[in-house]
């Protein structure tokens, strides 16, 4: 049997790891797709957001902090990648300025949830490459995915699928950052 290098722990005893660190800007930015949006919705469905979200939370606060996983030692990032998460950024505060602009001019406010979800996701694209981590071409283009059927079902059918769709994307960026932390779980 091949030994994987790298070093076991739990990634609580791992805080400056940014593949630690990292995961609660994901985290936080994920709650607040839900807590923003599932208002929004109606009936039951706000409640039943709560619910998996604290359902999709503890997953992620498991999977991520508690249970021993392998850290490998992290590459070293590029000279511009600072730059391109800047850029990200930028682009991502653009496309939503201009997404919710576009949505306004036809009338369909409630549904900015899912354009935001698509700009979130586009700009994690770019990160992929320049942190070395695939992770985020996941969660881009689940992210996106998900704001473009937002969008799709806001203009056809409900303006509230735009809310549902940012729920659903917080829901998703958790278990998909909770899955990728499991992932690397140290089997004893």
Request: charged share 10%.
């Amino acid at each position: 049997m091949t030994e994987v290098a790298g070093t076991v722990s739990r990634g609580g005893a791992r805080m400056h790891d940014p593949r630690v660190w990292g995961t609660t800007i994901g985290a936080v930015g994920a709650t607040v797709f839900v807590f923003v949006n599932r208002g929004l919705l109606d009936g039951g469905w706000p409640t039943a957001a709560l619910a998996a979200w604290v359902l999709a939370l503890t997953a992620y606060v498991w999977a991520v902090f508690v249970v021993p996983r392998r850290f490998t030692p992290p590459e070293q990032v590029g000279p511009l990648a600072g730059l391109v998460y800047l850029a990200g950024i930028a682009f991502m505060l653009l496309g939503i300025f201009l997404g919710r602009k576009l949505l306004g001019a036809q009338g369909l406010e409630g549904a900015e949830g899912a354009v935001i979800a698509f700009f979130v996701g586009a700009h994690f694209l770019p990160y992929a490459r320049a942190f070395h981590a695939p992770l985020f071409i996941t969660i881009g283009a689940t992210l996106m995915t998900i704001g473009a059927v937002g969008l799709l079902l806001a203009a056809v059918w409900t303006v509230t699928a735009g809310a549902a769709a940012a729920v659903i994307a917080g829901l998703a960026m958790l278990g998909i950052i909770a899955l990728d932390a499991w992932r690397t779980r140290h089997a004893r």
